[in-house]
């Protein structure tokens, strides 16, 4: 069983950054292949950005050059750093994990555990 817990979100200027984190309480032997997706209101839930456990990533277009992934193994805790964010960012950020080695997917329905989110808000 694998919990995750999302945190770092909150209000910033277009233009501005946030780092956000998602601690995953697993067994260090298993393997996790994780993801960050992004709902905003009335829209579908779209992958962000997936990274597998042999550190394969996979960028949405829209976040390209800006997001950055990044994993603390010895943490268990998953990064996403966000640069020079746009008001089309906002949006409730969720992490979310699968169980194996390779493999980095932004299709939501691989992904069986999710966190409850963390608000990203990003104003002109």
């Known amino acids: 069983q694998v919990q995750l817990v999302e945190s770092g979100g909150g209000s910033v200027q277009a233009g501005g950054s946030l780092r956000l984190s998602c601690v995953a309480s697993r067994n260090s032997n298993v393997n996790l292949c994780m993801a960050w997706f992004r709902q905003a209101p009335g829209k579908e839930r779209e992958g962000v950005v997936a990274?597998?456990?042999?550190?394969?990533?996979v960028y949405a277009d829209s976040v390209k050059g800006r997001f950055i992934i990044s994993q603390d193994n010895a943490k268990n805790t998953l990064y996403l750093q966000m640069n020079n964010l746009t008001l089309e960012d906002t949006a409730m950020y969720y992490c979310?994990?699968?169980?194996?080695?390779?493999?980095?997917?932004?299709?939501?329905?691989?992904?069986?555990?999710w966190g409850q989110g963390t608000q990203v808000t990003v104003s002109s």
């Open positions: 979310a994990a699968r169980w194996g080695r390779s493999g980095a997917y932004l299709n939501r329905y691989l992904y069986p555990t």
């Open positions: 990274i597998d456990s042999v550190g394969i990533t």
